[in-house]
C-alpha cells in the first residue's frame, strides 16, 4: 500500500496552520498591550498615573477621555491640539477594538456592553474578574491607594506588560 501524497500534504499544511494559529495566542498569564512609541504618551498621561495600555478600553472610551480633557478625573489635563490628536489616534488604533486589535484585546472589547464607554478600566468586566480575588483591604495599602494604580502591582504596566508572574503586590 503506498503513501497517499496529497492526503500526507494537506495533513501536514493543517499540522502548520494549526502550529501558526496556535503560536501567534498569548496565555492569559502573558498579557501584552502594545504602547504608543515614542516618550510622547507616557510623558503627558504617564506623569500623573499609570500610562494605561489603549487595549485596555474601546475606542470609544479613549475618544470620550481624550475630548474632556479639561475636566479629566477632576483635573486639567488639557494637551496642545497636535500632541492630543497624535495620542489620540494611537489609543484608538491600538484601542480593545481598534483596527490593530489582538485576541485578547478583541475579548475585552467583547466584554463591554456595546455604546457604553467607560472611563474607568477599573470598571471594566476584565479588570473585575481578574481582580476578584484580591481583598478591599489590600488595595488600601500606602503603597497601592486605589486599584487605578496599576503600576503599583504590575511593575512593567507603562510597558504595556501584565504578566501575572511579575505581579508583586507592595506590603504596606
Known sequence: MGVNWRNLSVLIGAVVLAGAWIGQGQADSEVVFPMPPGPLYVKECGSCH?????????????????????????EDA?????????????LTDYAAD???????????????????????????PLFRHQHDEVPAHIWKRSRIGSPSNCSACHTRANEGRYPEREVRIPRN
Do not use: C, V
Open 50 to 74: 499609570t500610562a494605561y495600555a489603549p487595549g485596555l478600553l474601546p475606542a470609544r472610551s479613549w475618544q470620550k477621555m481624550m475630548n474632556e480633557l479639561d475636566n479629566h478625573f477632576g
Open 78 to 90: 488639557s494637551l496642545e491640539e497636535p500632541e492630543r490628536l497624535a495620542i489620540l489616534r494611537w
Open 98 to 124: 481598534g483596527p490593530n486589535a489582538n485576541m485578547l484585546m478583541r475579548r475585552i472589547a467583547a466584554s463591554i456592553p456595546r455604546g457604553a464607554a467607560p472611563q474607568r478600566i477599573t470598571e471594566t
